[in-house]
């Protein structure tokens, strides 16, 4: 049997309880819808190329989260009647003026009777003319310079639409300036950092994101949204969830609220640096607590390696992998189960794990259509290329690692250290120690990938990069990247 490692694999999760989440936002939809909105994409102006990008992102964020999503630009649906099937309305860049007196009047009646509002990017530069949409939406827009990076700050991280943001976030978008500022009537969320792009003439306060209630209802707004690569974001989806889920006057569950991102990482000494002695922690977090934790010596590439193997699904019991191809070329992967008596357990399975490319998975995926249950023994697991290698045992609801046993490591005299496996978010995190053994200081940099090989942002040490550098001189020992809590202590 063949099968080839997606893009989207969930990271191990040994019980129901623990959210399965692909490389997007949140935990896993829910069987009957726990609402409806309506996603409303009318342009009379200017109209982004993005729109069907967000559509498509709002609709998996519904699949994700269990609520559905209907998208119009009928005009026609704006009525009383109509309107009551929708718990929010999302303005998904409209522009101009695209309501009519009637449809305008059934859109204050749905806030009215306590409906919620979503506006993302050119919603503020929508119907100029009606003062009660302006207060709806909170602002109108003024101007914007050409798309360029800059630096969001967080303003209130306990709004479930910024709380899985750092407290800044540089990212690339266009940049809207307002007609007027509005905190004095809203409750603002993110700031935009006027010191870090050109074109901002809002000043000190340059509100970016808020959410109000407003005329019985719920209203909130994201200037951001102009690029179609926005709704690819994570994190920006996540803020949009926030938004959605806030306007439905819906909790989000912690897993939810930060979603889950994994990858892995690589440390680089520097030349002429020796390598660091490093340690990764994963741990298993429940309203920020520590549920489980295992700390992993980064070891060697290897070309294959063996590990032991339990699968008992009555028990909790199940053994996850996470193999990362850190090379510039498809790596071909053979795993197979062994039986105590060293006999198959099954048939083999080969994967293919194209360049730079990271995948987790359970035993019982791996092996669904053919491992016996339950079984307890060894898996093999071989590269045609070198390979980095982590297993964990899964019991109820801790997990712990399993050594590897190897004959074939690879020796880099570069000193790179390669480990398979972190994930931030969704009830997870991960911390970095180096430690230094030598008598001088070691200089370099962890850089950290998605599971697709593409540099991956994450907070590590109150840092949101994709790349962290470290020196350890000799007499100071080691270095901790940790997620920090706002007292600067690490989360574990």
Known sequence: MSEKFGKRVCLWTAMAMWMCVASAAGGPATEASRFTILVFTKTAGYRHDSIPAGITAIRSLGNEHGFTVVNSEETSIFNEVELAKYRVIVFLNTTGDILNSVEQAALETFIRHGGGFAG??????????WPWYGQLVGAYFQSHPAIQRAVVKRV?????????LPPEWQRTDEWYNFQDNPPSRVTVLLDLDETTYDGGTMGESHPLAWRHEYDGGRAWYTAMGHTAESYAEPLFLSHILGGIMWAANEALSDPERDPLRTGYLVVNPDP????????????LLTNGAVQSQAAVTVQPLVYEASLFAEVEAAMGRNVGVAIANPGYSTNTVTITLYRPDGS???TSVTMILPERHQAARFLSDIFSD?????????????GIAPLSLIGLRFSGSTFSTIPLR?????IDGSGTLVFPQIAMGGG???????????GETITGHIDIFDTAGNPMSIDLNNTFQNAF?????????GFLFAPRAQNGQPVF
């Open 406 to 410: 190897s004959s074939r490591m690879v």
């Open 272 to 283: 002429g640096s020796a390598a660091p002695a490093a340690t990764v922690t994963l741990a």
């Open 156 to 164: 209130d991280s306990s709004d479930a639409s910024t709380a899985a």
């Open 120 to 129: 993302i990017h050119s919603a503020t530069d929508t119907e100029y003319d």
């Open 370 to 382: 053919s491992i016996p249950a339950p079984v307890t023994g060894s898996v093999r697991i071989e």
């Open 428 to 438: 997870w995190a991960t911390q970095i120690a180096l430690l230094n053994n030598g």
């Open 469 to 477: 550098a470290y020196s350890i001189p000799a007499a100071a020992g």
């Open 344 to 346: 198959s357990a099954g």
